[in-house]
């Protein structure tokens, strides 16, 4: 059974920062790219980052761009774990956060949730002004 777990959410003053983490199971991480999005209140879940399997390229929603860094352990442990670096927090990146798992068989654009087949629970991030 596959499980993506996330944490590190929490409350946060603006310009803070905080580190979510995404432990996997149940499925080889190595053949996985991993995803992270977001939902705020009264919107539609937005694209964050993804980062590739294989090489570990990134690739980053224009808004969190310079300030987000998505990181992956690729099996160097056993955790098998996706990381979410946020720095410089502003009040409009509070949302739920999800991770997810993209087969990279399937190929599919990254930044689009139908590219990805598991999802996590999410965890809140509320950052205060």
């Known amino acids: 059974q596959v499980q993506l777990v996330e944490s590190g959410g929490g409350l946060v003053q603006a310009r803070n920062s905080l580190r979510l983490s995404c432990t996997t199971s149940?499925?080889?991480?190595?053949?996985?790219?991993m995803g992270w999005f977001r939902q705020a209140p009264g919107k539609e879940r937005e694209f964050v980052a993804y980062?590739?399997?294989?090489?570990?390229?990134?690739?980053?929603?224009g808004s969190v761009k310079g300030r987000f860094i998505i990181s992956r352990d690729n099996g160097k442990n056993t955790e098998n774990t996706v990381y979410l670096q946020m720095n410089s927090l502003k009040p409009e990146d509070t949302a739920v956060y999800y991770c997810?798992?993209?087969?990279?068989?399937?190929?599919?654009?990254?930044?689009?949730?139908?590219?990805?087949?598991?999802w996590g629970q999410g965890t809140q991030v509320t950052v205060s002004s």
């Open positions: 149940g499925l080889t991480f190595s053949s996985y790219a």
């Open positions: 980062i590739s399997s294989s090489d570990s390229s990134t690739y980053y929603a």
């Open positions: 997810a798992a993209a087969n990279i068989r399937r190929n599919g654009v990254l930044y689009r949730e139908v590219a990805y087949d598991y």
